[in-house]
């Protein structure tokens, strides 16, 4: 059974960076489609950044300034690095990867941004 594992948030104050990574276990075939969702409170889960099938990037249009998802060579395993973040970035971070034909989602990160 694929898991997905985040780490890396915390509470920090405007301006500072985080750096988010998520690493999967349970398989060995090579995810094709790994990303980061974020869900604030009240709100629907949205899309942050993505590796497509092929190694493309999307990322939300919001946040492409700022954050940066890479992924570590030969693993299966990514990270966020978030930078000049603001109180509108408060949200749990959820890492999310396609595999099997399916969703797989971690148990998610907080991230708090004080002003």
């Known amino acids: 059974q694929v898991q997905l594992v985040e780490s890396g948030g915390g509470l920090v104050q405007t301006g500072s960076s985080l750096r988010l990574s998520c690493e999967a276990s349970g398989t060995n075939t090579r995810i094709n489609r790994m990303g980061w969702y974020r869900q604030a409170p009240g709100k629907q889960r949205e899309l942050v950044a993505q590796?497509?099938?092929?190694?493309?990037?999307d990322y939300a249009d919001s946040m492409k300034a700022r954050f940066t998802i890479s992924k570590v060579s030969g693993k299966n395993m990514i990270y966020l690095q978030m930078n000049n973040l603001k109180p509108e970035d408060t949200a749990t971070y959820y890492c999310?990867?396609?595999?099997?034909?399916?969703?797989?989602w971690g148990q998610g990160t907080q991230v708090t941004v004080s002003s």
């Open positions: 590796y497509r099938t092929g190694g493309a990037k």
């Open positions: 999310n990867a396609f595999i099997n034909w399916s969703d797989v």
